[in-house]
């Protein structure tokens, strides 16, 4: 949607500011010593170690990895929000991410009786209930059927569940980081139900995992159709077994709870179960006692990923303030980013492509010379929605909800270049 | 945007079971109802339309392709997953339990998690009390003060309880324990039986408790094409730190900035 030619500098420009960057940079250096610090053995004028030898030949890593480097790229997880790992959840750094893509090995999990491990071969999924013919698809099947690509985001309704009283965990790992994006490739719900053909009276979905929480949700019939995925690989290859390896449910824009992992078992009904998953958990508890059911959509959400809490800033001058913006309702028009903690905004560039129900990667330039910023970021989408601030949504919703908090993050940004999350009021 | 309501039905016809749309099908059945001209001009048509069929092959109501992939799933198949139970008792397999059975099975399978009488032991899910907290600073969500249906209880048991050794149960078992849960939390007495028959008896506390999603009419105001941009709101200050709270794990990443 944003042509990056319009935010390029004049020609005349560009010498001038990367002279007063350049300027400041090296005020930087001299400060930070040893943020800049390295082995003189490798740098110029001698020759570093990685010129002289041979390194590693080709097919000694036959799954490529990450560089030893990048060690501290991983998931996290917090151990006292849960009973046990096995019915737990590990958070995406996307503090160390940019673009809208999560590498697969980074994407959070949430599992609710560990990872299960299925063998292709006994792979199966069943189609039943108001149909006119019950059907039983092995993997191959699957695999042979008509497939799309799609790439959605999908944010697990309790992401930033433990922020609605306020401040609480120190970085976007663990504010926000139960969202991925990844790309899909898998069958449309809609080509499914029409091999098994659709009885008049069907009006949901029940879909369920084969894992040992045997996860199920109800889903309206309509969704389903309009645009729900089987599918069975992400960014190319197959499923990770922590993402529902061979087979998982896509539900574009909706609570990632509903995108069924492992799933073995599509139900056709007239009404909604009312699982424990849809009542007892992911219903909104209000203030006045009463829950809000079936409350699908992900509203408009954004995070300023860099900087933050576990990326802080190392230099003065010239910034590049990062982050990462998605709706559940349709495509991401806008972001807004303040540095004065929501009295003044200004409108971020959206760089690379804007999907439906996709993450969107926003970048604001600007310079910072110590001054204290309160950093916040808010998302718009094309059906009008603005990203409400913390207070608004709890003025609404209370603070016991726990489920659904899409309010506007505050970053402080000290004169140290520390980050810290912060509640404004 | 998608809504909760009015589900857009006209877009399920080309997965309904029901008679094909095909127009061509449509003209020659009612092809001897003409007379005359009428019927000359009908048939023409449904000429013209067959010939024209292809290209309406790919409008959006043509019939749904059948791949020939993938196989019948037996009545056995089926049996052996489809576990799920409704509010309204469909699923609920034959059997019975006891309050007095389900207090034996709950005590050996179940109360080293849930705690003896339901309280939980450690961070495992709380079963029983919390009623009349809803509205409170302190909500507890139990099976007698949140859960609206039996049906919840009793198909989440059945399918991932107890953790770790899930479906290991016998639909005795099943309808025993879910009773003597339902007993820890007051909703029917000493003597009551779980079985199909009885399952419309029991009425659950928070039955009641909950609503569509409404978020498009309570939460109007955050639709908004043009937000603010200017002078927002006044002073703004910092009411709470998630530092001081200090609950964030550590890791060995350096956090500090490098600006002195």
Redesign the interface.
Known sequence: MTDSNDDAPKPETTSRRRFLAGAATLGGLAAAGAAQAGNPKNLPPNVADWSKHLGDGVAVRPYGHPSKFEKDVIRRDVQWLTASRESSVSFTPLHELDGIITPNGLCFERHHAGIAEIDPDDYRLIIHGLVDRPLIFTLDDLKRLPRVNRIYFLECAANSGMEWRGAQLNGCQYTHGMVHCVQYTGVPVKVLLEQAGVKPAGKWLLVEGGDAAAMNRSVPLAKALDDCLVAYRQNGEMLRPEQGYPVRLVVPGWEGNMWIKWLRRIEVGDQPWYTREETSKYTDLLENGKGRKFTFEMDAKSVITSPSPQAPVKHKGFQVISGLAWSGRGKVTRVDVSLDGGRNWRAAKIDGPVFDKCCVRFYAETEWNGEPWLLQSRAMDDTGYVQPSKDDLRKIRGVNSIYHNNGIQTWALKASGEVENVEVG | ??R?VD???G??T?????ESGNPVLYFLALGPRFRGDERKFGFALAVFLLLVSPALAQDKKSP????G?????TPE??AG????V??DGLGAPPGKGSVKDGEKVYVERCAA?HGEFGESA???PQLAQGKGT??S?D?V?TVGS????V???F??IR??MP??D??SLSNDELYAVTAYVLNLNDIVDDTFVLSKETWAQVKMPNRD???????EK??K?????K???????GP????????V?D???E???P??????
């Open positions: 945007m998608s909760l589900w857009p039905v877009k399920l080309s997965v309904r079971s029901r749904p392709r059948n791949y992939i993938g196989q019948i799933a198949q089926i997953w489809d576990i799920d409704r509010p998690c450690g961070r495992w809803l509205a600073h909500p969500k949140y859960f609206p249906y049906s919840s209880v198909d989440y399918r991932s953790f770790g899930a479906q408790g909950f609503y569509d999603d409404d978020r309570s939460e105001a955050f639709w908004n094409s937000p603010c941009m200017k002078d927002c709101r703004v200050k910092i009411t709470g730190h998630a530092a709270i609950v964030t794990p890791d060995k990443t956090r500090k900035g490098g600006v002195d």
